[in-house]
C-alpha cells in the first residue's frame, strides 16, 4: 500500500468501512434469526487459556445451539477481521499527517475479540463433531486468526488447530 497516493487510500477505507456496514446489517438480522448472543465468545476467556479451549467444552461459555451457526459466526468474525487488518494496513502506510486519534488501536482490538471469537467456534466445533467436516468448515476462519491475529497466543492455537485438522497453516 505505500505506493498508492493517500488518496486512493481514502477510496479503499471508505469502502473497506461500506463492507463492514452491510457485515453490521448481516449480523443484526442474523442475531434477529437465531437468538444469539452479541458478544458469542468475544473476550470470554484469556489468551493463557486458548489451549484448553480445545479439550473440553470449557464452563461459562457459550454454547452455539448448532455447528451451522458456529460456522456462520466463525465466517462472520473472519471477514471482520480481514476489513480490520486492510483498515490498519491503510492506517499505517499513509503518509499524510492527521490531528485525530489514530483508529488502529480500536482496530487491533476488534480483531484480538473477533479472533477469540473464531477460537471459540473452532472449539466448538471440535468439541460436538471432532474429527469431521463440522470440524473441518472452520479451516477459514482458523486460517484467517494464524494469519491476521493480532495475539501470538491467538496466531499459534489457530496455527495447532489446522495441523489437527491435517490443513496446510
Known amino acids: 500500500m505505500p505506493d498508492l497516493h493517500d488518496s486512493v487510500k481514502e477510496t479503499i477505507k471508505k469502502e473497506v468501512l461500506v463492507v463492514l456496514d452491510n457485515l453490521q446489517n448481516w449480523w443484526?438480522?442474523?442475531?434477529?434469526?437465531?437468538?444469539?448472543?452479541?458478544?458469542l465468545g468475544?473476550?470470554?476467556?484469556?489468551?493463557?487459556?486458548?489451549?484448553?479451549?480445545?479439550?473440553?467444552p470449557p464452563a461459562g461459555i457459550f454454547i452455539y445451539p448448532d455447528t451451522l451457526t458456529a460456522l456462520s459466526v466463525s465466517l462472520?468474525?473472519?471477514?471482520?477481521?480481514?476489513?480490520?487488518?486492510?483498515?490498519?494496513?491503510?492506517?499505517?502506510?499513509?503518509?499524510?499527517?492527521?490531528?485525530?486519534?489514530s483508529p488502529i488501536p480500536r482496530y487491533h482490538s476488534l480483531i484480538q475479540s473477533h479472533s477469540a471469537s473464531v477460537l471459540m467456534a473452532a472449539a466448538y466445533q471440535n468439541w460436538r463433531h471432532p474429527n469431521c467436516g463440522d470440524a473441518l468448515?472452520?479451516?477459514?476462519?482458523?486460517?484467517?486468526?494464524?494469519?491476521?491475529?493480532?495475539?501470538?497466543?491467538?496466531?499459534?492455537?489457530?496455527?495447532?488447530r489446522l495441523e489437527d485438522l491435517g490443513l496446510p497453516a
Not at 43 to 51: I, K, M, R, S
Not at 84 to 91: D, K, N, P, W
Not at 141 to 155: K, N
Request: with cysteine; proline share 3%.
Open 28 to 39: 443484526w438480522h442474523f442475531k434477529q434469526e437465531t437468538g444469539i448472543d452479541d458478544e
Open 42 to 56: 468475544m473476550n470470554q476467556y484469556p489468551d493463557t487459556a486458548v489451549t484448553e479451549l480445545f479439550a473440553a
Open 76 to 101: 462472520y468474525n473472519s471477514a471482520i477481521i480481514m476489513l480490520c487488518s486492510a483498515l490498519v494496513a491503510i492506517e499505517q502506510s499513509r503518509t499524510s499527517s492527521y490531528t485525530e486519534m
Open 137 to 160: 468448515r472452520t479451516g477459514f476462519p482458523i486460517h484467517i486468526v494464524s494469519w491476521f491475529g493480532i495475539s501470538e497466543a491467538h496466531r499459534q492455537e489457530a496455527q495447532r
